[in-house]
């Protein structure tokens, strides 16, 4: 099976960029998505296709993927940014998710 | 706007089965563009996806959970199901159905239901 491997956490501070990798096997060769998810609400698609933003996402978020990382960068980190971020690819006709990683804005 | 509620009992027991209940507004499931999934999340823990169904009848299951779970869609309600049998404490979880596309083969989720959270105790 595909493994993704992400960092359990990831401090930033405030204004600054927070970077939060995703590893796994040559996983620049795949399509990478990420996900934010505040305490108890449902996970928000904020990044696709490794580096396009779906509409109502602020520019401060991006992507790349090459390798075996893919990240996810914040820039200019805001209090609202604190959240978990988890990255998702499609591989072998199945859905595989990172495990997650909390994002703490100092 | 797309719009996804998750539905069905809050708690079942030991070895039963739970059944849960999307309804989707907003977009027709059978529009042809969309897979729909179910994703799991137990407390404090990350995300697992269960399963996907197309209106065609295309199922693709998670292999870990593959031997307890059906996907059934409902046009005439525009409504996606899951069964989930022989559950145990393990399956205590927030249970999200979710708006499944891209295509090419390579797939996200683009919309999510609020989810719903069911607990397996006696």
């Known amino acids: 099976s595909y493994d993704l491997t992400q960092p359990l956490s990831v401090s930033v501070a405030l204004g600054q960029t927070a970077r939060i990798t995703c590893g796994g096997n040559?996983?620049?060769?795949?399509?990478v998505h990420w996900y934010q998810q505040n305490p108890g609400q449902a996970p928000v698609l904020v990044i696709y296709?490794?580096?396009n933003r779906p509409s109502g996402i602020p520019e401060r978020f991006s992507g790349s993927n090459s390798g075996n990382t893919a990240t996810l960068t914040i820039s200019r980190a805001q209090a609202g940014d604190e959240a978990d971020y988890y990255c998702q690819v499609w591989d072998s006709n199945t859905h595989k998710f990172g495990g997650g990683t909390k994002l703490t804005v100092l | 706007q797309v719009q996804l509620q998750e539905s069905g009992p809050g708690l079942v027991k030991p070895s039963q089965t739970l059944s849960l209940t999307c309804t989707v507004s907003g977009d027709s499931i059978t529009s042809g563009s969309y897979y729909w999934s179910w994703i799991r999340q137990p407390a404090g823990k990350g995300l697992e996806w269960i399963g996907r169904?197309?209106?065609?009848?295309?199922?693709r299951y998670n292999p870990s959970l593959k031997s307890r779970v059906t996907l059934s869609v409902d046009t005439s309600k525009n409504q996606i199901s899951l069964e989930l049998s022989s559950v145990t404490a393990a399956d205590t979880a927030v249970y999200y159905c979710a708006r499944d596309g891209g295509g090419y083969g390579d797939y996200y989720f683009d919309y999510w239901g609020q989810g719903t959270l069911v607990t397996v105790s006696s």
């Open positions: 040559n996983i620049g060769s795949k399509n």
């Open positions: 169904i197309y209106t065609s009848g295309s199922i």
């Open positions: 296709r490794d580096t």
